[in-house]
């Protein structure tokens, strides 16, 4: 009775008469009880639905739920992959909530068969050991949580580390912005890695001391408290542990050296990843 009083004095600056809403809350109560017992029950389970999901958390591209791991298609129906000990699945309803950042793609329907050696071709790698190091890394990724494996390429001009980069993330966590720049301080570091599964950083020419320490709690599973803009005294808390790609730290893999011309050129290597 004090909260409907309260809504007419907001909206109309005056005071209901008590008569008035004393007979709201009769009618009110008469539509209640007319209610029929099944649609009641019908109510009450979607409520209790809604507050599950409410206490849910929220995903992004990868969660895990009864021993399986669900990864996001990204698509227009909000399917998602179920993979477990028994294989995969395509699911039209998954049990997990995801939450769509800007940016992110859509993948492929997925088809059975195929094998992850025909991955080989498309990287431009010295050798055999560091194919299976790409392909450890790549399952790692796929890993609902972490700690995950801090990854970089290394290599001379002109031998296909930008597009390389953008073809292992594409793998796992397709995205417009698919490598970006470092970023400037741990604010940025906690919304690039609240807003995407996998992180992807270009042209690096050095980490400072406190990035450096940034990204090996970023890949362990760390929390970050940073001052709530406007304000003096509260903070805003992160956590999260994404896999990361970057050069010169961690472990890492070599590109071939050699010319330009030795490789495939930008072209074919987007047109077998699409094939891929």
């Not at 470092?182 to 042209?203: K, S, T």
Request: aromatic fraction near 8%; proline fraction near 6%; charge should be positive.
């Amino acid at each position: 009775m004090l909260l409907l009083t309260t809504m007419v004095h907001v909206r109309r600056a005056r005071l209901p008469q008590t008569q008035t809403v004393a007979s709201i809350i009769l009618s009110f109560k008469q539509a209640s009880s007319s209610i029929r017992p099944e649609r009641r029950t019908i109510n009450g389970q979607y409520a209790q639905r809604g507050n599950a999901l409410r206490g849910a958390v929220s995903c992004v591209r990868v969660a895990e739920h009864a021993d399986c791991i669900y990864l996001d298609l990204a698509d227009e129906h909000w399917r998602a992959v179920e993979i477990g000990a028994d294989g995969w699945r395509v699911l039209d309803r998954p049990p997990v909530r995801f939450r769509r950042a800007p940016g992110m793609l859509p993948f492929p329907v997925p088809e059975r068969g195929g094998s992850i050696e025909a991955l080989r071709s498309f990287l431009n790698l010295s050798s055999q050991n560091d194919f299976v190091l790409v392909v450890a890394w790549l399952l790692a990724a796929l890993r609902p949580a972490g700690p995950y494996p801090l990854l970089t390429i290394t290599g001379e001009q002109g031998s296909a580390k930008t597009f390389l980069s953008k073809l292992l993330r594409a793998l796992v966590d397709p995205n417009v912005a698919a490598v970006r720049a470092l970023p400037r301080e741990e604010r940025e570091l906690m919304i690039a890695a609240n807003n995407g599964h996998v992180l992807a950083f270009d042209n690096l020419s050095g980490l400072s001391p406190w990035l450096s320490d940034a990204l090996c709690r970023l890949a362990s599973g760390g929390s970050f408290a940073v001052r709530r803009l406007y304000t003096n005294d509260e903070e805003v808390l992160f956590k999260a542990a994404r896999p990361t790609l970057l050069w010169d730290r961690g472990c890492h893999w070599s590109l071939r050296s050699g010319r330009p011309r030795d490789f495939y050129d930008v072209r074919t290597y987007r047109r077998g990843a699409a094939a891929f």
